[in-house]
């Protein structure tokens, strides 16, 4: 079964981009879960409907603090959510029309994983190294 872990490399030492980092890396471990397990489209479903939703919210957060701070690369990191959001949407479809297979769990792999643990180690941390320096490494405290 493929799962997800959140190694040291994740760490951006922002406590609530930390554990919300680890609740997304959970949502698609159990996402991969009811495709290996073949709990069928619909435990899938909603699964996905989960990980959608809180990938929606986790990026509001992230996107919050960004604004708080006058980041200077809130722009690209903002296109960067909205495509994803985009992307975790479109794997509805093709969930309702191929099923929860291997395909589909390798397209989550693609997609989902892979996407998010590159703009983790990149766009995230980068931001949040960017705030610590600015707040003086006080960003714990800041949400």
Do not use: C
Not at 26 to 55: M, P, S
Not at 79 to 89: G, I, L, P
Request: without cysteine; glycine residues 6%.
């Amino acid at each position: 079964m493929k799962k997800v872990e959140f190694l040291p490399a994740l760490i951006s030492t922002n406590a609530m981009v930390d554990a919300q980092h680890k609740e997304l890396i959970e949502a698609i471990n159990k996402l991969y879960a009811a495709i290996d397990e073949g709990k069928g489209v619909e435990e899938a479903k909603k699964t996905l409907e989960f990980l959608a939703q809180y990938t929606i919210f986790h990026f509001g957060g992230e996107e919050a603090l960004m604004q708080a701070q006058q980041y200077p690369l809130y722009t690209e990191h903002k296109k960067a959510h909205d495509a994803f959001v985009v992307t975790v949407k479109g794997l509805f479809q093709v969930l309702t029309e191929k099923g929860a297979t291997e395909e589909f769990g390798a397209l989550v792999e693609k997609e989902v994983t892979n996407w998010l643990i590159n703009h983790i180690q990149g766009m995230d941390i980068r931001m949040t190294d960017w705030i610590k320096i600015k707040s003086n490494g006080m960003m714990d405290n800041m949400l």
